[in-house]
C-alpha cells in the first residue's frame, strides 16, 4: 500500500529536549517535505527536499533542520524546541518532476507539544 | 509572491444545500498549479483535484465541481446536495515551481459544517 509513515503520531516534551520525527515514503517520490498546521494559519511549509541530499527552506524553517540521506526518509529534527513549537506536523511526498507538480501525499500527522 | 486566499473562514448548511467555497489566489508565474485537499474530524489530508495552469476547464465529479478562473485568479470549489460526511476542512493550494524546486503555498482553510 502507498503511503507515507510518520512517527511519533503523539509527543509531549519539554523545552529544550530534542527530538526527531520521522517520516517514510514507499512511492519511489523524490519530492518531500514538511508543513506545520496552526489553527487560522493553514499549513505553513518548513523544509522540503527535491531528492536525496537536496534540502531547502520553506517558509518557517527557523528551530528545525533536516536531512535527506535516503530517498525513502526525510527525517524533522528539533534540536531545542520551544513552546512556540508545539503544533501539527505533516510529511508529504510526491512524484514531482521539473515544472510539474504532482499530487501531494500526506502522512497522517504528528502532533507536537512542548511543555 | 504566491498568495492564496480562502476568505470564508467557516460555513454552516444544512444537509442537500449546495455550497461553494472560495479560493483566490496570487501569482507571478504563468505555469503553476492549483489543488483542492480535504481535511476531516479524524485529521489526515486528502487530496480532491489537480488542475494546472493551461487547463482552464470545469470539472465534475460526482457531487464535487470546481470553477477555474483565471481572468479572476479564482478556483471555487462547489458541492451540491452537501451530505454531513462533506464536513472537513478544506484547503486550497497554489503550486510554482521556481529555479527548479516546486513550491506550494496553502490557504488557510474553510471549515465546513453540514448540519442534519
Known amino acids: 500500500e502507498a503511503q507515507v509513515t510518520q512517527n511519533p503520531r503523539y509527543l509531549i516534551t519539554v523545552t529544550g529536549k530534542k527530538l526527531t520525527v520521522t517520516c517514510s515514503q514507499n512511492?519511489?517520490?523524490?519530492?518531500m517535505s514538511w508543513y506545520r498546521q496552526d489553527p487560522g494559519l493553514g499549513l505553513r511549509q518548513i523544509y522540503y527536499?527535491?531528492?536525496?541530499?537536496?534540502?531547502d527552506k520553506g517558509d518557517v524553517p527557523e528551530g528545525y533542520k533536516v536531512s535527506r540521506k535516503e530517498k525513502r526518509n526525510f527525517p524533522l529534527i528539533l534540536e531545542s524546541p520551544s513552546p512556540n513549537q508545539t503544533s501539527l506536523y505533516f510529511c508529504?511526498?510526491?512524484?514531482?518532476?521539473?515544472?510539474?507538480?504532482?499530487?501531494?501525499?500526506f502522512g497522517e500527522g504528528s502532533r507536537l507539544t512542548v511543555l | 509572491a504566491q498568495k492564496v486566499t480562502q476568505a470564508q473562514t467557516e460555513i454552516s448548511v444544512v444537509e442537500k444545500e449546495d455550497v461553494t467555497l472560495d479560493c483566490v489566489y496570487e501569482?507571478?508565474?504563468?505555469?503553476?498549479?492549483l489543488f483542492w485537499y480535504k481535511q476531516p474530524p479524524s485529521g489526515e489530508l486528502v487530496f480532491l483535484i489537480r488542475?494546472?495552469?493551461?487547463?482552464?476547464q470545469n470539472e465534475i465529479s460526482g457531487r464535487y465541481s470546481w470553477n477555474f478562473q483565471k481572468s479572476t485568479s479564482s478556483f471555487n470549489f462547489t458541492i451540491t446536495a452537501s451530505q454531513v460526511v462533506d464536513s472537513a476542512v478544506y484547503f486550497c493550494a497554489l503550486s510554482e515551481v521556481i529555479q527548479g524546486a516546486q513550491k506550494l503555498v496553502f490557504g488557510q482553510g474553510t471549515r465546513l459544517t453540514i448540519n442534519p
Open positions: 512511492m519511489n517520490h523524490e519530492y
Open positions: 501569482t507571478r508565474d504563468t505555469t503553476y498549479y
Open positions: 527536499s527535491m531528492n536525496v541530499e537536496v534540502t
Open positions: 488542475r494546472n495552469s493551461f487547463d482552464e
Open positions: 508529504a511526498s510526491s512524484l514531482s518532476q521539473g515544472a510539474v507538480a504532482g499530487e501531494l501525499f
